[in-house]
């Protein structure tokens, strides 16, 4: 009894710490182009007992592209205006990066005539 209580311990400590393939998540943020500080943080999507070809892993860096163009079209929120941004991208164990594509963030003020 107290093998297998040591075998599920290293099982859920493996899995927690390299591929928790139960709950996996798709995180996308819009970062500084230079010391790729956070600006912006989505929770994409997610799927739950998934492989890594799942879409909601597979398309995770596609996704996360348009909404940090998005982003960056319409203002960036309280980012200085005019500040570069990039997407960098996590889909659990399956993928991570950071694009070489650079958004300028968009004045979003509007000029009267």
């Given at each position: 009894?107290?093998?297998?209580?040591?075998?599920?311990?290293?099982?859920?400590?493996?899995?927690?710490v390299n591929c928790n393939f139960i709950n996996r998540k798709c995180i996308c943020k819009a970062v500084?182009?230079?010391?790729?500080?956070?600006?912006?943080?989505?929770?994409?999507?997610?799927?739950?007992?998934?492989?890594?070809?799942?879409?909601?892993?597979?398309?995770?860096?596609?996704?996360?592209?348009?909404?940090?163009?998005?982003?960056?079209?319409?203002?960036?929120?309280?980012?200085?205006?005019?500040?570069?941004?990039?997407?960098?991208?996590?889909?659990?164990?399956?993928?991570?990066?950071?694009?070489?594509?650079?958004?300028?963030?968009?004045?979003?003020?509007?000029?009267?005539?």
């Amino acid at each position: 009894m107290k093998s297998l209580t040591v075998a599920l311990v290293l099982i859920g400590c493996f899995m927690v710490v390299n591929c928790n393939f139960i709950n996996r998540k798709c995180i996308c943020k819009a970062v500084s182009n230079t010391v790729h500080y956070v600006f912006r943080e989505w929770d994409q999507s997610s799927c739950t007992f998934c492989s890594c070809n799942d879409p909601a892993m597979t398309n995770c860096e596609g996704v996360c592209k348009r909404m940090v163009q998005d982003y960056a079209t319409s203002g960036c929120g309280k980012v200085v205006k005019g500040s570069i941004v990039k997407h960098k991208w996590e889909a659990s164990n399956c993928g991570e990066g950071i694009s070489k594509e650079d958004y300028k963030c968009a004045s979003t003020h509007l000029i009267s005539e």
